[in-house]
């Protein structure tokens, strides 16, 4: 991960965050076979010889600081996932396990907030 901030005076800051990860290692499923009781069941190949696709994703943060006496009020805004990207985070496969896909982690989302501190 790749993490930058820069205060650019009057109470703001601006930063960022790049995260890159390659997959995390799997097992794959390379065919099925149906049990006694009916469903279909896995057979797997070799131990954690693939991988999900890599990860990586662009946060961004602003804030704004208001110093008044005693107290400190903080608003900023983070906007996560900044590229939209689509980003894999764990294998699934249908019921008879003939197709997989994956669970994919939030599109771009903002968040909004403040802090205040005595």
Known sequence: AL????????GFEVGGRFRYS???PRTPVTGSYLG????SEPV?????ST??????QLDIRGEKAFVMRRMKLS????VQNVTN??????????????QKSYIIGLPTLAVAG????F
């Open 3 to 10: 993490l930058a901030s820069y205060t650019l005076g009057k």
């Open 22 to 24: 390659t997959g995390m």
């Open 36 to 39: 006694l009781d009916g469903y």
């Open 44 to 48: 797997f190949g070799a131990h954690n």
């Open 51 to 56: 991988r999900i696709p890599a990860f990586y």
């Open 75 to 78: 608003v900023f805004i983070d």
């Open 85 to 98: 990207r689509k980003n894999p985070e764990e294998v699934i496969y249908s019921q008879d396990y003939s």
């Open 114 to 117: 403040a802090r205040l501190e």
